[in-house]
């Protein structure tokens, strides 16, 4: 019985955390409340059941990497400038939350900026 509720409460529990995601392997819903974009922007897409996607279109690879300060959420962008390229390439990331978070900030390589789309899917 204890091993039972262990899992269980371990099974609730969940870290904070972001994950790209493949687009053949992402939600459908997900990927028909992307906001198609022709230069670099970031979007934020909400679901209360199934958790909030980021999507990042850059010109180079990028990786995101979060943390939290008290109730802010902090949501970095760093972008590989070694990769450019011509044309702006799609990435999804799943974010994981622990708990709901009262801002969130946005930052590309370290320079605060706002999301260009919030939505709920």
Do not use: W
């Amino acid at each position: 019985m204890l091993f039972g509720i262990m899992l269980l409460v371990s099974a609730c529990t969940k870290e904070l955390s972001i994950q790209e995601v493949q687009p053949e392997k992402a939600d459908p819903k997900v990927l028909e409340s992307i906001q198609p974009a022709t230069s670099e922007s970031v979007q934020m897409l909400t679901d209360q059941q199934k958790g909030h996607y980021v999507v990042v279109y850059a010109y180079s690879p990028v990786t995101l990497s979060v943390n939290e300060e008290g109730t802010t959420l902090k949501i970095h962008i760093k972008s590989s400038e070694e990769d450019e390229t011509e044309m702006v390439k799609r990435y999804i990331f799943k974010l994981t939350t622990n708990r709901d978070y009262d801002t969130i900030q946005l930052y590309r390589n370290a320079k605060e900026i706002p999301f260009d789309h919030i939505t709920s899917y």
